[in-house]
């Protein structure tokens, strides 16, 4: 093991599944919260956190968003993991056994269409590790998880159906936050994500953006949020194609940079392979 990293989530979730497939070699320590990965990343307690940030079919995940600005840590990864749900059923349990399945709210939806196939009544828990956690202590034949294959394995339970997921896409968008910024090309492929608020004056958005376009940088996300409840302060957060040392993102940042009244860069990190 080389270091720690932090995960929200019960052994076996997804964000689980995140870091083993972003830092593979670390040991990972589950959360409660993101605020509380967070904190053990900013102390010190681990070396890195992971963070789920949007998923291809429930959008972003606002919580985390707020979080990001004020969290005083650097990107310095992404990592896409593809959703595959699965039921996991005690050992010896079969298919036809299963008269509920436990998951996340957000899961549930997502086979909807295997579950009503089979008979299966849909049950909602906080969490799909944990799902699967409380399905192995109970032991009953009937009961069901929804979760990953990772979950079946630390909980001892069988995969009595793999994928069932109704959309074959589902993938979520992980960050890997550091105390420590890294701003080397480690990739032909960059990826740039920064803060900013544009100045108080007409078509302010509207010029600073125009540096990306005129200036061929893509701009992969673009996103507004409230500050502190404010109707008058509103925070953007973007993700850029490019590194800031690139001639056509240096140019794109100096107009930005004219039009807003603050602005900071959160990271700069290789784009995961699956963009």
């Known amino acids: 093991m080389t270091g720690r990293i932090a995960f929200q989530g019960e052994p076996g979730a997804y964000s689980h599944q995140a870091c083993q497939q972003a830092r593979p070699d670390m040991e990972v320590v589950p959360c409660t919260t993101f605020e509380d990965v967070v904190e053990m990343t900013r102390s010190g307690e681990v070396d890195l956190g992971v963070l789920a940030v949007e998923n291809s079919t429930y959008g972003r995940v606002a919580d985390v968003h707020s979080l990001l600005p004020k969290a005083g840590l650097h990107i310095v990864d992404e990592a896409f993991v593809r959703v595959h749900v699965n039921l996991l059923g005690v050992p010896g349990a079969r298919l036809e056994d299963v008269r509920e399945a436990h998951g996340h709210v957000v899961i549930l939806p997502q086979c909807a269409g295997f579950l009503k196939t089979h008979g299966i009544k849909g049950k909602v828990s906080s969490d799909n590790a944990r799902a699967a956690r409380e399905a192995a202590e109970a032991g009953d034949p009937a009961r069901a998880a929804l979760a990953s294959e990772i979950a079946a394995q630390i909980y001892g339970l069988d995969v009595l159906a793999r994928h069932i997921e109704d959309h074959k896409n589902n993938t979520t968008r992980f960050l890997v936050m550091s105390r420590e910024a890294d701003y080397r090309r480690r990739a032909d492929q960059m990826m ?37 409840g404010s109707f008058t302060a509103t925070e953007f957060y973007a993700d850029i194609e490019g590194h800031p040392d690139d001639p056509n993102v240096k140019r794109a940042m100096e107009e930005l940079d004219y039009f807003t009244s603050e602005f900071r860069i959160l990271g700069v990190y290789p784009a995961d392979r699956p963009r």
Request: no cysteine; hydrophobic share 45%; aromatic share 14%.
């Open 192 to 228: 740039t994500t920064f803060i900013f608020r544009v100045r108080n004056i007409p078509a302010a958005l509207y010029k600073a953006m125009g540096g990306f376009a005129t200036n061929g940088v893509n701009m992969t996300k673009l996103e507004s949020y409230m500050v502190d």
